[in-house]
């Protein structure tokens, strides 16, 4: 379990030297559990932060079968997870102000079984699992029975109707125990997971169901039960989940929907609470490396508006200023931007610049003569432009990023790629690392006539789709 959720022996989230508060007031901590049955003779005790689990401590089974955790010092309310000696995950439960409790269960089934003594936030909670555990079981008896009588139906009403009653009970369940326990984190967490309740119908003038309607009041009110600035929230599995769920199914996969969505829920935390620091580094660095093309500009945005223009005492100012820079070199080469001028010299020594070529489409291709990936794309390519260059209108401008001169005119006879060959190191203008980002090969941008960026980072097989799509237009 630790492996696959990225669980940290450190107690740093942050690479930029946020630290994360593992521990909090003094006082210590206390916890005993007993699982009858377990092979185990040693347990982990892990705390969620956002998308990590961290460890915290670990405990030997004493001569009681016994698993005790303690320290000195007391742990920051939230969820925890205590997992077995080979990482596996054995069961969640919550961690507040009472801190000496006892969790004891056996093997069989650890949460349904599970008694609690001196934590009544966890009483809740079990009895919450075992309650919807019951709950399930009910609505898959239902649904089994249904798949058997489709034909029949005063049945199936009868058996929906079941269904729709358990669905009842289980939202009554939950209001009741939001309303009872209004103080306490179970109660939160509680309110936090519930979905928005959609009307039954939203109609559109024409009397129909408007789905576009109750999508746009779906989003409208995802976070309406859920404090951004409840930092208790970002120490359980909910909370990536909530986040996930929002800027990755609510939100149009492109820049300036996500730049916008992103100011939103960033708008609705305080600037000194962890869930700021915690979203807008997630937010950063999720974009920076995205493998979606374009999401750069999100990166760009966010170092630009909170990062540049800001400062805080949370982050280094050594990482402040790699992020500022990294963020200044993709800025020129974002989607829609013209590309950075190159003027290189050809194998006869003769300066082509790139806006010299005419052509409807040029690509730019950064290659070097011994790069496994190279040599697997250059035949791909040259195929293709021998085969459409002319019907598609393009051109490509061919990069040789070996420092070989001899070795990239060889290359340039033994195959005869047909295209413009220049070679990057010998430039009338700066260096081709830095104007485009080179850091590996092959690397392929894709202009229009005016150069102005319209792909990038793909290679042959999806610049050709997109290619002959615009032709089809």
């Not at 369940?173 to 979905?195: H, K, P, V, W």
Request: net charge neutral; aromatic share 14%.
């Amino acid at each position: 379990m630790f492996s696959k959720q990225g669980i940290a022996l450190s107690l740093l989230l942050f690479l930029f030297s946020v630290s994360v508060p593992i521990y909090g007031d003094p006082g210590g901590y206390r916890i005993t559990v007993h699982i009858a049955g377990t092979p185990d003779t040693l347990c982990y005790l892990a705390s969620y932060y956002g998308d990590k689990t961290y460890l915290i401590d670990s405990a030997f089974r004493n001569v009681k079968d016994n698993f005790v955790f303690h320290a000195d010092t007391t742990l920051p309310t939230g969820m925890y997870v205590l997992a077995g000696e080979k990482k596996n995950k054995l069961f969640d439960f919550i961690i507040t102000g009472q801190q000496t409790f006892t969790l004891a269960t056996n093997t069989g089934d650890m949460t349904g079984h599970m008694k609690v003594k001196g934590s009544w936030e966890n009483t809740l909670f079990f009895k919450y699992i075992q309650f919807i555990a019951k709950k399930k079981q009910e609505v898959h008896r239902y649904d089994s029975i249904l798949n058997t009588i489709r034909d029949d139906y005063d049945s199936v009403k009868r058996y929906q109707t079941r269904i729709k009653k358990v669905d009842t009970e289980v939202k009554d369940y939950q209001n009741n125990l939001i309303f009872r326990n209004g103080d306490t984190f179970m109660a939160r967490f509680m309110a936090a997971s519930l979905e928005p309740q959609i009307p039954e119908y939203i109609f559109s003038r024409g009397g129909h169901t408007d789905s576009a309607a109750a999508f746009r009041y779906y989003k409208k009110h995802y976070w309406d039960n859920f404090d951004l600035n409840d930092d208790r929230l970002l120490r359980t599995p909910l909370f990536q989940e909530k986040f996930d769920g929002y800027i990755n199914r609510l939100v149009l996969q492109q820049p300036d929907s996500v730049m916008a969505e992103a100011d939103k829920i960033l708008s609705k935390c305080k600037v000194t609470s962890g869930t700021y620091k915690y979203l807008l580094w997630h937010l950063i660095s999720t974009y920076e490396k995205s493998n979606i093309m374009g999401m750069d500009a999100v990166f760009v945005h966010l170092v630009k508006k909170y990062i540049e223009r800001q400062h805080y005492d949370w982050l280094n100012e050594t990482v402040r200023k790699n992020l500022i820079d990294r963020a200044n070199v993709l800025d020129p080469l974002l989607i829609g931007k013209p590309a950075p001028l190159m003027i290189l010299l050809d194998t006869n020594d003769v300066p082509v610049s790139l806006y010299s070529i005419r052509s409807k489409y040029t690509i730019v291709f950064f290659w070097e003569k011994d790069c496994g990936h190279c040599q697997r794309e250059m035949p791909v390519l040259k195929d293709f432009y021998d085969s459409s260059h002319d019907s598609l209108d393009f051109e490509v401008y061919a990069v040789c990023i070996d420092t070989s001169i001899t070795a990239w005119k060889s290359y340039i006879r033994e195959h005869n790629p047909d295209w413009i060959n220049v070679n990057g190191y010998r430039s009338l203008t700066p260096d081709f690392h830095d104007l485009y980002d080179i850091r590996s090969s092959p690397v392929m941008y894709l202009l229009d006539e005016n150069k102005v960026i319209i792909a990038k980072r793909i290679l042959t097989g999806q610049i050709r789709e997109i290619l002959e799509m615009k032709n089809e237009r």
